[in-house]
């Protein structure tokens, strides 16, 4: 017997890199990437933490902004919502910010 695991912990050489990764992460999330790229993706998430814990921020802050216009929320607060959203992701991607 031959097992027929796919090659899960090889190395990022094999597929994509995390910048690669990152820079299609709102495309993965929207499902606008190429078969090919959305596996490649796929399979980097797979492997890679900071990646998966990168797509998870963006899913949960795309949710959220969904709602946010799903509620059909005055324009104004909408537009607030939106840049707390990005305040609050922009503090936890860039900790190094002024205070
Ligand atoms: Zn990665």
């Given at each position: 017997?031959?097992?027929q695991?796919?090659?899960?912990?090889?190395?990022p050489?094999?597929?994509?890199?995390?910048?690669?990764?990152?820079?299609?992460?709102f495309?993965?999330i929207?499902n606008?990437?190429?078969?090919?790229?959305l596996?490649?993706t796929?399979?980097?998430l797979?492997?890679?933490?900071d990646?998966?814990?990168?797509?998870?921020?963006?899913q949960?802050?795309?949710?959220?902004?969904r709602?946010?216009?799903a509620v059909?929320a005055?324009h104004?607060?909408?537009?607030r919502?939106?840049a707390?959203?990005?305040?609050?992701?922009l503090?936890?991607a860039?900790?190094?910010a002024?205070?």
């Open positions: 017997m031959t097992p695991d796919p090659p899960k912990r090889s190395g050489s094999k597929g994509i890199t995390c910048d690669e990764a990152m820079a299609r992460m495309e993965f929207d606008e990437l190429m078969p090919n790229e596996l490649a796929q399979y980097h797979m492997d890679c933490d990646c998966t814990n990168e797509h998870q921020v963006r949960a802050l795309k949710d959220l902004v709602k946010a216009c059909s005055p104004h607060l909408r537009e919502v939106v707390s959203l990005e305040a609050e992701y503090r936890y860039a900790p190094a002024s205070q």
